[in-house]
């Protein structure tokens, strides 16, 4: 592509006589994503698009783009080993250039989850590093300024999983309404706000995380609600797995809260509890429902427990897996 090419050069990373092949790589929804061999070695090209790969209409600004490449650098401030390494950038094309990691090396976490490679190690470790990036950026008005992305948040995060979940359940519509108030008016730390196993490498040196467009300077509870909403999913998805998902749960939930300093822990810990239960019918009935869960029976689980949860909210993360448990069991 001359665009592709054209912002390249203008990066550096191509010399005006190259014009390397692109492979067009699976996987995203929001974002156009290409792999390409640079001089330097394999390399990742990443440009968000306006209007998301999902059957709903679903908008979203491509200024995002900007942002993830400014989360993916301040993480690599924190946690270096935790996100790729950035090659290049270009504002004029809305692209960035990220070291391509080759999935032999770096697995997908997701794959491995479906596969019933389940090690509450490695859950552990993401809730870890996650916290890392929570702690040192809580209460950073330099990094909140930076990250002052409430619009985009609202506009890709909140209203197509929680308002419109709350379309399709009017007699829960004034609980996740809430949701998203109580979540919108936290100005806590940076958020990633798409912490899935689809969005984690599992390297040698530990999680890498990717897909960081969603990020916000605000609620770090969304963050972990978010990742542990899928543990618990993928136990439909994957049931022979379901108690060592449920151990992934705790582990992640553990190493997280152990960490949590800007706040009260038993506060945050409430606060995520509550969310979770959104989130979880959201991916049933919202604008972007997990593609693997297609049984009926399995989704009204869903909805019976985030239903429940709803009307009577949990303090603890521990009260959710236990009601989650009793669901799937039975």
């Excluded at 995002?64 to 400014?70: A, D, K, P, S, W």
């Excluded at 490679?117 to 702690?135: M, S």
């Excluded at 709803?310 to 303090?315: D, I, R, S, T």
């Amino acid at each position: 592509m001359d665009e592709v090419t054209r912002a390249l050069r203008r990066m550096g990373l191509l010399d005006s006589g190259q014009c390397p092949a692109l492979e067009a790589l699976p996987g995203g929804v929001s974002s156009d994503i290409w792999r390409i061999d640079l001089a330097s070695g394999p390399a990742c090209i990443k440009r968000a698009l306006p209007r998301l790969r999902v059957s709903a209409e679903w908008y979203a600004p491509v200024e995002r783009n900007r942002y993830e490449l400014q989360w993916m650098r301040c993480a690599s401030r924190i946690v270096p080993e935790a996100v790729p390494e950035i090659l290049g950038a270009d504002d004029e094309s809305g692209m960035f250039v990220m070291r391509y990691l080759d999935p032999a090396d770096f697995p997908l976490w997701k794959q491995q989850l479906r596969d019933a490679i389940v090690d509450p190690a490695i859950a552990a470790q993401v809730g870890e590093r996650l916290a890392r990036i929570h702690v040192a950026t809580a209460g950073d008005a330099t990094v909140a300024s930076c990250f002052a992305t409430d619009e985009t948040f609202f506009a890709i995060r909140l209203e197509p999983y929680l308002l419109a979940t709350a379309r399709v359940h009017p007699q829960l519509a004034n609980a996740l309404e809430s949701l998203v108030e109580t979540t919108a008016g936290q100005k806590r730390a940076l958020v990633h706000g798409d912490v899935s196993p689809k969005n984690l490498l599992i390297g040698p040196a530990g999680p890498v995380f990717l897909d960081a467009e969603c990020a916000w300077y605000g609620d770090p509870a969304f963050d972990l609600a978010f990742c542990l909403n899928h543990l618990l999913l993928k136990c439909l998805w994957v049931p022979p797995a379901s108690g060592a998902l449920l151990a992934c749960f705790q582990a992640l939930a553990s190493a997280h809260l152990g960490r949590v300093d800007w706040e009260d822990p038993r506060e945050f810990e409430a606060r995520t509890a509550r969310l979770l239960p959104g989130l979880l019918l959201a991916r049933v009935d919202g604008k972007s429902p997990v593609e693997y869960l297609t049984d009926e029976g399995d989704m009204e689980k869903v909805r019976r427990v985030a239903a429940r949860l709803l009307h009577h909210p949990a303090a603890r993360l521990d009260e959710v897996a236990s009601l989650w448990s009793s669901e799937i069991q039975s």
